[in-house]
């Protein structure tokens, strides 16, 4: 048993919503108060309980996905980045995230917020204080580690005397608002940015001794395989991609990432294979290829999206404006069997692909069995999928989008579609 297990953290994947896809780094707290609201009273049942606000809270000019370079951020004494008043009314008088928090909590869901690694640049300049420690925020940064597309920060250099209790300080901080969810940026990309895993470590021990309970997040991807020790130790979750849109080339690239990552699933740590882009998003973010939309995926791209989130059992954090839910895109977030194998399937795996059709088993506690088959291709065909790998499947199932029986082992799958089958 991992230490993150006997913490009780993020036993199941996580599931909730994440601003980034609909507000970019524009979100307001009017917006994150009227999508918990909505998920309180619509999908909390379901599972869905963190309302996460993503990336550049602390700007207050922020309008989309683009960033502002180089601009004031708001910060306290102790350079720590703090929410902009301006967009978040009720952190005010030094408030911070505290009284967003409590509401959030109020609902009965769980609050969370992103971050980028390091310390800001602008802390850095000015040499401000770090609590705890006689350092100064130019004492502990690492000038030349920054991010290659967002000037907010310096890195942290952790030998420095300091280093650590600026962490500290970070989540104590956290902490005293209630957070309950931290999604930590440009630290786990080891194959296009480098896996800083120190500053994770750093981040780790900080949230230990902070005092509450905490899912750590880790972004972007794609995280490496040859550290999947170290993030299983370190982390509730990381990401197996960059950032993933509503694009059909996105969705394909994830069978081969879940494929390579399914050993390494489970109880508290899960591989992540990113947001759902589903719905209404693209509000005020031109990431993705497209401005304010509706998810570009057709529905069968979108079933087969959720049905391998579900059978590798990916956290699902929701990208869209929740209030704008349409019929389609709520059954899909609320399909009980589906979100069934995301919560306990037990030993999910690939059991056969040749070409672009590929299957997927997957069991649970209950005696119920899964059968996932995918069709990659653009045109509808007929899969066989061979003997060895239907091993005890009946010649009845019952697909779990439509409800329909299918009989024998020859399954028609339409483009980029697929059949999700429990006996």
């Not at 909590?105 to 971050?115: M, P, T």
């Not at 299983?232 to 390579?260: G, N, P, Q, Y």
């Not at 005020?284 to 939309?293: A, E, F, L, Q």
């Not at 082992?409 to 980029?416: K, R």
Request: hydrophobic share 40%; with cysteine.
């Amino acid at each position: 048993m991992t230490d993150l297990k006997k913490k009780g953290v993020a036993l199941p994947p996580p599931m909730g919503w994440n601003s980034w896809d609909c507000y970019g780094a524009s979100v307001r707290e009017d917006e994150v108060r009227g999508n918990a609201e909505y998920m309180a009273a619509n999908l909390l049942q379901h599972g869905f309980e963190y309302i996460v606000v993503d990336i550049q809270w602390y700007e207050p000019g922020a309008f989309s996905s683009q960033y502002r370079p180089f601009v004031p951020l708001q910060m306290d004494a102790f350079s720590r980045l703090m929410p902009a008043s301006n967009r978040f009314p009720s952190a005010s008088g030094g408030q911070g995230f505290g009284p967003l928090a409590a509401y959030v909590h109020s609902l009965g869901l769980k609050f969370g917020i992103h971050i980028m690694r390091g310390i800001p640049r602008q802390a850095v300049h000015q040499n401000t204080p770090i609590l705890g420690t006689h350092a100064t925020a130019r004492d502990i940064a690492h000038p030349n580690s920054i991010c290659p597309w967002n000037t907010d920060m310096y890195g942290v250099d952790a030998s420095q005397a300091g280093a650590q209790e600026y962490y500290n300080s970070l989540f104590e901080l956290y902490a005293s608002w209630g957070v309950d969810f931290v999604k930590v940026d440009d630290i786990a990309a080891s194959r296009l940015y480098g896996y800083h895993g120190a500053e994770v470590e750093l981040i780790r021990k900080a949230m230990d001794r902070c005092g509450r309970p905490m899912v750590l997040s880790l972004s972007p991807g794609p995280a490496d395989l040859a550290q999947a020790e170290h993030l299983k130790k370190h982390a509730s979750m990381w990401r197996m991609t960059d950032d993933l849109w509503d694009v059909w080339d996105h969705i394909e690239v994830m069978f081969d990432r879940c494929h390579e990552w399914s050993d390494h699933i489970g109880p508290g740590h899960w591989p992540d294979a990113d947001m759902l882009p589903l719905g209404h998003i693209g509000i005020r973010s031109v990431d993705g290829g497209g401005g304010n939309r509706w998810c570009r995926l057709s529905q069968d791209e979108q079933r087969t999206l959720m049905t391998l989130w579900c059978m590798a059992r990916s956290p699902l954090m929701f990208g869209g404006e929740m209030r704008d839910l349409d019929a389609f895109t709520l059954a899909l977030l609320t399909n009980s069997e589906a979100l069934k194998l995301q919560s306990s399937g037990i030993a999910p795996r690939q059991v056969w692909r040749e070409g672009d059709q590929v299957a997927w088993r997957s069991r649970c506690e209950d005696g119920s069995q899964y059968l996932a088959v995918f069709n990659l291709s653009g045109q509808s065909c007929e899969v066989q999928v061979p003997a060895e790998v239907l091993d005890g499947v009946p010649p009845t199932m019952r697909e779990v989008w439509t409800g329909k029986a299918q009989e024998g082992f020859v399954f028609a799958v339409p483009a980029h579609g697929c059949q999700l089958l429990v006996f």
